[in-house]
């Protein structure tokens, strides 16, 4: 009696799911805009550390016989009216902007995500006092508070600093261009801080009363944990796209507030001051003006078009 032998089943490879920043990236990397701005943050970014090294002159090295040269190869976005080489310059304003933008979202993303979350998750009183700071900061023009900060606290600052050198003797205390930071560091922060907290506790409200933060609290986690844990890394996605944002932002209002005189003052570069120099004389030396203004133009576009695109591909249901 013959037997039929049985047919054999195929052996089906399970699959690893797919995670959401690796999905997340994928989808990135279609957006050809996307993709150009992160390019142009990248380039921003490796100029920011490493230009400064790479410039063929130094940022603050004068030659008063070449003063306002056209862009050249020797000089390629020309010199301004101290024969200072303008190609340097922005190379180092770059790592001031970047400098400024991080430290500046860096401590407002840290006020906010604390202040939102507990505003959020535990509501009630607390978060009617995070509420009306909120709002309080958000309905002062920037300008203002920024113009009063520096107004008020510069010069008890420069003067404090000037005292510790005359009792010291440490050259630390003669540059004033931590003060120009410090000041620069503190109001940004002090202004960048409310969208942030709002975004957060928006996206703790929706969370907090999701089954597996019922199901952490009945096991009696605390309210610490389930937060650090549970609720923050679940609010991560919109608050990413909110930080690629800000940090666009950062950059143009500090050079918006160099570009008034209330932020980094000469001789230390900035895109803002530059602006304003060249804003001087642009009808003669056209370049002072159109060298910074266009880096900083593509920085922000690039920072538009990297953020736009994070929102799509962290939240794929709101793409268009």
């Known amino acids: 009696m013959s037997v039929i032998p049985m047919a054999s089943t195929p052996d089906f490879k399970e699959e690893p799911p797919v995670s959401l920043w690796r999905d997340a990236w994928y989808r990135l990397r279609r957006n050809r805009l996307a993709v150009f701005g992160l390019g142009i943050v990248v380039l921003l970014a490796f100029t920011a550390l490493f230009g400064p090294y790479l410039t063929p002159f130094d940022f603050l090295s004068q030659n008063l016989d070449a003063r306002n040269m056209a862009p050249s190869l020797t000089h390629l976005f020309g010199t301004d009216d101290l024969g200072r080489d303008v190609f340097s310059r922005v190379v180092y304003g770059t790592r001031t902007a970047f400098l400024v933008a991080i430290v500046v979202t860096a401590i407002a993303v840290v006020i906010g995500v604390t202040l939102g979350a507990m505003a959020g998750f535990f509501g009630g009183w607390l978060d009617r006092i995070v509420m009306w700071l909120t709002d309080m900061t958000m309905s002062i023009p920037n300008l203002l508070l920024v113009v009063v900060i520096?107004?008020?606290?510069?010069?008890?600052?420069?003067?404090?600093?000037?005292?510790?050198?005359?009792?010291?003797?440490?050259?630390?205390?003669?540059?004033?261009?931590?003060?120009?930071?410090?000041?620069?560091f503190g109001s940004m922060a002090l202004i960048s801080w409310p969208p942030y907290a709002r975004l957060v506790r928006a996206q703790v409200l929706s969370i907090r009363?999701?089954?597996?933060?019922?199901?952490?609290?009945?096991?009696?986690?605390?309210?610490?944990?389930?937060?650090?844990?549970?609720?923050?890394?679940?609010?991560?996605?919109?608050?990413?796209?909110?930080?690629?944002?800000?940090?666009?932002?950062?950059?143009?209002?500090?050079?918006?507030?160099?570009?008034?005189?209330?932020?980094?003052?000469?001789?230390?570069?900035?895109w803002g001051n530059m602006i304003s120099d060249g804003l001087r004389v642009w009808q003669h030396y056209p370049h002072?003006?159109?060298?910074?203004?266009?880096?900083?133009?593509?920085?922000?576009?690039?920072?538009?078009?990297?953020?736009?695109?994070?929102?799509?591909?962290l939240n794929p249901r709101g793409a268009k």
């Open 209 to 270: 009363s999701r089954p597996y933060i019922t199901a952490a609290q009945a096991l009696g986690l605390t309210n610490r944990i389930i937060l650090m844990r549970y609720v923050v890394p679940n609010a991560l996605g919109p608050l990413i796209v909110a930080v690629s944002a800000g940090l666009g932002t950062a950059m143009v209002l500090e050079s918006a507030f160099s570009f008034l005189g209330v932020g980094v003052n000469p001789p230390t570069p900035s």
């Open 150 to 184: 520096n107004a008020s606290l510069k010069s008890p600052i420069s003067s404090w600093m000037e005292s510790r050198y005359l009792a010291t003797l440490n050259p630390f205390y003669r540059e004033t261009i931590w003060v120009d930071f410090l000041l620069v």
């Open 288 to 313: 002072l003006l159109a060298a910074p203004a266009a880096v900083l133009g593509l920085a922000s576009v690039a920072f538009s078009f990297l953020g736009d695109g994070l929102n799509d591909a």
